[in-house]
């Protein structure tokens, strides 16, 4: 999924909806505790996932990308960029939102 599929995806209030739900799932998973209900676009939603990752200790940050399933070589390489939590936090939102794009559109 790229920027531009993605960005059109999130003006879908269903699509925000669901990707909001498995966002607050696999953080839950977690034990963390992230309420998005009230949002309703991409920028609100990263910076809503912003918010909570940047307070995060290593050891759960490492727990929330292994549930989440962002690689660590992806994260490694984001570790290296001058606005990590940002970057962060848009790769999470990309993640979760593929998840239900393909539960979407591969479900039988």
Known sequence: MNQLNLNN????????AKT???IEKDFGRCNL???LAN???RDSLEN???SLIQN?????????????DIQ??????????EFFHRALAEKILR???LKVFLRENLSI
């Open 48 to 50: 809503g996932i912003l």
């Open 56 to 68: 995060l200790s290593s050891d759960k940050l490492q727990q929330l990308m292994y549930i989440i």
């Open 33 to 35: 505790e992230i309420h």
């Open 95 to 97: 993640r979760e939102a």
């Open 72 to 81: 660590e070589n992806d994260y490694s390489k984001l570790l290296r960029t």
């Open 9 to 16: 995806q999130l003006k879908n209030q269903d699509f925000v």
């Open 20 to 22: 909001i739900s498995q």
């Open 39 to 41: 949002l309703s676009d």
